[in-house]
């Protein structure tokens, strides 16, 4: 073998001896050795073995960091850190092999290290202070990233409180390493028992590679929860805004939609995201949004309406303004708005209050003025019959007039109800006595028009604070329109139910379906009206007594057309709150 060869494989089997760990010069004898080939021939066969165990143990590292990534990218969506660190922990002491391992993360505002300590216990909770016993800004002094010791004198940042399940295994530590895991988010840890086997030599050196890889993933994760947290916190913010508000790119499509938004407009998110104004404000809330995009000059406070998903009007004041980026360019246009139907149902009512009280004052003095005489005409129609024979045919005439009198007698006593309506007694009722009552009043009626009736009631129905009588009257005055509501028969349904609010409010429902016709559209507003009706006998006084009854109740009637055909009059009246506990008063 040529001399330079021989140098050249000198060199090379001093570096392999080298990095095996060998002490220099071994190689020697196997040098002088090389005169016969063969002798190559183990030498070789020890390099192959190496290098193959090299390989697999960096296979094996590889899928255990792989498995890490995977277990660091579920931390996203595991919004309590403390099942992060369980996770993590239990991760590294069964894919690591280490013996014990602690993740602990830092918490600020708190001031400590919180995590989870994964050892032949299981996993168990540690909180140690953050600022260790300098009050520096880190647990302890890691120096290059890393600290090890083997005596009990650890750091007292990470000696567990007394009494703490880790008191004792922390104090029997045979090895101990930690890692800063970087930018720090909190301390990666391993130690070994005082049984335990001792640390192979490469424990720090997995340790730290677990940590760079974990560090920025726990860091990124912590990240994508504040940020969730903040988007949250926005979205809850804005949905809890009593105004609704939509935003609306430069194209005049819609980009986002609050929780009041989408109950007015009848769209959720999802369907209302990319529509344009006119689909979903209606034409007069496109044009302000339109004449906003093109000009710039917002809307303030204009009353509009606006149309709803099923085409409905809804009166609102509206607000305008452009949407800008953190440059000042604008890039789409926001509207505010409040819903006025309640505010326009109150003025109306009030108008309609001034109106019925203007009209009860009216009817009140005719109403005493015609009475008088009626009694005076009713004596003498009367007087009159009486000096005609039984046979007479002219008794039948004056027993005519005498009906017809009763009925202006009835239409008065209606007239005086509504202008001074009885003043109720309020007492503690049980709504399904009441309509037991009523429904055996109608008994006859019932069976003379041919309707069926049914009866659906709610258990636990609550007591109410009500004037049985006068709740009675609505229940019969509520029942009796039904039955006229189906000269051809039918069925009656009177049900009772509660609902609850979350402010903690119950209101108790009754209802009368009937099977009838229904109430025409154009009448649906006038159906409560005083002297409105739409039969030729009666006098239009039942429904706006019974309204003025309910209302003094602090209850509301309403009125609704069934998808099946016939009308709904639901009686809604207020459970009385219950007595405050003791310890709330």
């Known amino acids: 073998m040529a001399e330079s060869n021989r140098e050249q494989i000198g060199a090379l089997l001093r570096r392999i001896e080298e990095v095996r760990g060998l002490s220099p010069g071994a190689g020697g004898p196997a040098i002088d050795a090389l005169e016969d080939p063969a002798a190559l021939v183990p030498i070789l066969r020890q390099v192959v073995d190496d290098l193959e165990r090299s390989h697999r143990r960096v296979i094996e590292i590889n899928v255990q960091l792989v498995s890490l990534r995977e277990v660091a990218s579920s931390l996203v969506s595991t919004r309590d850190p403390r099942e992060a660190a369980r996770l993590v922990a239990r991760y ?41 016993a300098s009050g520096a800004t880190r647990p302890y002094d890691l120096g290059s990233a890393a600290h090890a010791t083997h005596d009990p004198a650890r ?98 499509r819609a980009l986002s ?29 496109e044009e ?10 917002p809307v303030i406070r204009r009353e509009t309406v606006l149309r709803t998903a099923s085409g409905a009007a809804l009166p609102v004041r509206l607000t305008t303004s452009r949407l800008r980026d953190e440059h000042g360019h604008a890039y789409g246009a926001l509207a505010t708005f409040l819903d006025l139907t309640p505010l326009k149902a109150a003025e109306e009512r009030a108008r309609q209050m001034d109106q019925l009280a203007a009209l009860g004052r009216f009817t ?12 005076g005409i009713r004596t003498t129609v009367q007087f009159v019959g009486s000096k005609f024979k039984p046979a007479d045919p002219r008794r039948e005439d ?60 709610a258990e636990d129905l609550p007591m109410l604070d009500a004037d049985p009588d ?49 109430i025409p559209r154009e009448l649906m507003e006038r159906i409560f009206d005083p002297f409105f009706t739409t039969r030729s006998v009666g006098t239009g006084l039942g429904l706006s007594i019974s309204v003025q009854i309910v209302r003094d109740a602090g209850g509301v009637l309403t009125a609704k057309n069934n998808s099946g055909g016939g009308a709904t009059m639901r009686v809604s009246l207020p459970v009385p709150p219950e007595p405050p506990e003791r310890g709330e008063e």
Not at 107 to 130: C, F, I, M, N, Q
Not at 196 to 204: F, L
Not at 209 to 235: D, Y
Not at 423 to 440: F, G, H, I, M, S
């Open 470 to 518: 006068l709740l009675q009257q609505v229940f019969l005055n509520l029942s009796l329109n039904a039955i006229q509501a189906m000269p051809e028969g039918g069925e009656l349904h009177v049900a009772t139910g509660v609902r609850r609010y979350r402010t903690r409010r119950s209101m108790v429902d009754v209802s009368f379906r009937d099977a009838g016709v229904g």
């Open 92 to 132: 590294l002491r069964a894919a690591l092999g280490f013996d014990q391992v602690g993740l602990l993360l830092a918490d600020r505002e708190r001031g400590v290290l919180t995590g989870t300590w994964a050892w032949s216990g299981g996993l168990t909770t540690l909180e140690v202070p953050l600022g260790g």
């Open 288 to 297: 302000l949004i339109d004449g906003t995009l093109a000009t710039g000059q």
């Open 364 to 375: 009140s003095s005719v109403a005493h003025e015609i009475r008088n005489p009626l009694t």
């Open 257 to 285: 939609l609050n929780q009041t938004a989408q109950d007015l407009l009848g769209h959720d998110e999802a369907a209302g995201w990319g529509l344009a104004a006119a689909e979903l404000l209606g034409e007069e809330g």
């Open 155 to 252: 750091p007292p940042s990470l000696v567990p409180p007394n009494g703490h399940p880790l008191a004792r295994v922390f104090a029997l530590h045979r090895s101990f390493e930690a890692v800063w895991l970087e930018p720090a988010v909190g301390v990666l840890a391993v130690g070994r028992g005082s049984e335990a086997a001792p640390a192979p030599p490469g424990e720090r050196a997995r340790l730290e590679t677990a940590a760079s890889t974990l560090g920025p993933m726990l860091e990124n994760a912590r990240l994508v929860h504040e940020l969730s947290r903040s988007q949250r916190f926005l979205a809850d913010v804005l949905d809890s805004m009593p105004s609704a508000l939509v935003a609306f790119g430069p194209d005049a």
């Open 398 to 457: 004056l027993d005519d007039v005498i009906t017809e009198l009763d009925r202006i007698e009835q239409i008065i006593t209606g007239l005086l109800m509504f202008a001074r309506p009885p003043v109720a007694r309020p007492q503690p009722v049980d709504v399904r006595q009441v309509l037991d009552r009523t429904l055996a009043l109608i008994e006859i009626q019932l069976e003379d028009a041919q309707v069926r009736l049914t009866r659906e009631d």
